[in-house]
Nanobody, 124 residues
């Protein structure tokens, strides 16, 4: 699986961005997908995950609950991260990842399929 993240940019605090992660291959629907981020000087952090197939299960880190929404479009082989009410603490490089095991995504364990990051900068 090859992944390509896009949609980052510079936004003012309180604004919104939508990140996209396009995947190659015909088995996209069989993969759980996740978003992660890494801020300068900090370790990589889990942000959100969505289960395979219809994406009926989602999971968010506490700091983004109610502000971020992960979704997927299997016909387009794409997973999205809608980010609303952004604040300066959301500034980071955002990465998408794929695995057929949802919990490996949720726990950031042994993931091997990663997209290149997209920079999100929130000005206060």
């Amino acid at each position: 699986v090859q992944l390509q993240a896009s949609g980052g940019g510079l936004v003012q605090a309180g604004g919104s961005l939508r990140l996209s992660c396009a995947a190659s291959g015909r088995t996209f629907s069989s993969y759980a997908m996740g978003w992660f981020r890494q801020a300068p000087g900090k370790e990589r952090e889990f942000v959100a995950a969505i289960s395979a197939s219809g994406g009926s299960t989602t999971y968010y880190t506490d700091s983004v609950k109610g502000r971020f929404t992960i979704s997927r479009d299997n016909a387009e082989n794409t997973v999205y991260l809608q980010m609303d009410r952004l604040n300066a603490e959301d500034t980071a490089i955002y990465y998408c990842a794929a695995d057929q095991n949802f919990w490996k995504i949720r726990l950031d364990r042994g993931l091997i399929y990663w997209g290149k990051g997209t920079q999100v900068t929130v000005s206060s």
